[in-house]
């Protein structure tokens, strides 16, 4: 009995405490810039994102290609892409 009574204060003492909690506000965040995600095609890229400022040629086995924009680098395995930088603070996303 003792022990059911104890549970039973403890409880209700739980459930009486206020309970006090600080909202967080974020601020927005600018719209994100969108990359070549990996496994499109040069053709894909291109029509997708425009010509590329600077192709840098292949080199190496397997082949590596750059292609240069304005914000960003894209990295070409063959003649697909295996990874975008960005060369800007900017947040990014993989393009869908």
């Known amino acids: 009995m003792p022990r059911r009574l104890s549970a039973a204060l403890i409880l209700l003492t739980a459930v009486a405490l206020p309970v006090n909690c600080d909202v967080l506000q974020v601020p927005e965040q600018p719209a994100a810039t969108a990359l070549p995600s990996r496994g499109m095609s040069m053709e894909a890229v291109e029509a997708a994102f425009g010509a590329p400022l600077e192709k840098i040629p ?3 086995d397997p082949p590596i290609s750059r292609w240069i924009y304005p914000d960003y680098v894209v990295f070409f395995e063959y003649d697909k892409v295996i990874h ?8 990014v996303v993989p393009a869908s």
């Open 84 to 91: 975008s930088v960005s060369t800007t603070d900017k947040d």
């Open 58 to 60: 292949a080199v190496g």
